[in-house]
C-alpha cells in the first residue's frame, strides 16, 4: 500500500474465529451449532421458546472457556497498542477473543456472549454463568434478563460511532467476514466512498470482494500479522 495511512477501520467476522475453534456463524449446511438461525437469533424465537434460545447462548459461553486468542488475534492487538492514529476494530463476533487478545479500541456491533440485557430497562451487565429465562435485573428488578445478542430486526450497536469511523478513515480491512450480512457488508461501499484504501484477507473471496481494491487469500492467523508488519514498519 503506498499511500499514506493515519486512520484504520478493520472488519472481523466468524473467520478470524474459526482458527480457535468457534463455529461459524453458518455452516455449509446453513445451520449454526446445529440449530437453524431463524430458532436462536430472532425475537421471534426468544418469545416463542425462551428456554432453547437461553440454553444455546449458555452452550456458548461455556465453550469460551476452552478456546483462546489465535495470532490474528495477538496481532490486531499489537496493532491497537501500537497505531498512533485513529484505529476502530469492529467486530460482528459475540465472542471475547478480541479483548483477551488485548484488543481496546473495540466494538462488539453483534452483542457479547458475556453479557446479559435487560429487555425491560435496556441495562447490560456482564455476566459469565449460565442464564436461565426469567433471570432477574438488578437494576430494575424485573424478570426479562436474555442474552446481550443482536438478533435479526434489531439494530446493531454503536451505528453512529462505526459509521463517523469510516468516513474518516484511509484504509477498511475486512478480516474473515462473508460479506453477505448487513450493515457491516456495507462497510466498504461506505469507506470507498470518501477514498480510502479497501483490503480483504478471507480463505475465499467474500460475497462483497468486488468492492475491494485489493483481497489478500488465505487464513487469517498467517495474513493478519503479516499486515500488521507491514503497517508498523
Not at 446445529?34 to 425462551?50: F, M, S, Y
Request: glycine share 8%; proline share 7%.
Amino acid at each position: 500500500m503506498d499511500r499514506d495511512i493515519r486512520n484504520i477501520v478493520i472488519l472481523t467476522g466468524a473467520g478470524i474465529s474459526a482458527e480457535s475453534g468457534l463455529a461459524t456463524f453458518r455452516g455449509p449446511d446453513g445451520l449454526w451449532e446445529g440449530h437453524r438461525v431463524e430458532d436462536v437469533c430472532t425475537p421471534e424465537a426468544l418469545a416463542r421458546n425462551p428456554a432453547l434460545v437461553h440454553r444455546f447462548y449458555d452452550e456458548r459461553r461455556a465453550r469460551l472457556d476452552a478456546v483462546k486468542p489465535n495470532p490474528a488475534h495477538e496481532a490486531l492487538a499489537a496493532l491497537d497498542a501500537e497505531w498512533p492514529g485513529d484505529l476502530l476494530l469492529v467486530t460482528q463476533n459475540v465472542d471475547d477473543l478480541h479483548e483477551r487478545a488485548g484488543t481496546r479500541r473495540l466494538i462488539h456491533m453483534h452483542g457479547e456472549l458475556r453479557s446479559a440485557l435487560c429487555a425491560a430497562c435496556g441495562k447490560a451487565v456482564p455476566w459469565s454463568a449460565p442464564l436461565p429465562p426469567e433471570t432477574t435485573c438488578a437494576g430494575c428488578g424485573k424478570p426479562r434478563l436474555r442474552p446481550d445478542i443482536v438478533f435479526f430486526g434489531e439494530m446493531p450497536y454503536e451505528m453512529d460511532v462505526i459509521d463517523e469511523a469510516l468516513r474518516r478513515t484511509d484504509l477498511f480491512v475486512s478480516v474473515g467476514t462473508s460479506g453477505a450480512v448487513y450493515p457491516a457488508a456495507g462497510f466498504v461501499q461506505t469507506a470507498r466512498h470518501v477514498g480510502a484504501h479497501t483490503l480483504e484477507l478471507n480463505l475465499e473471496p467474500s460475497a462483497g470482494s468486488v468492492y475491494f481494491d485489493e483481497s489478500r487469500m488465505g487464513p487469517a492467523s498467517l495474513l493478519v500479522p503479516a499486515l500488521v508488519r507491514e503497517l508498523l514498519t
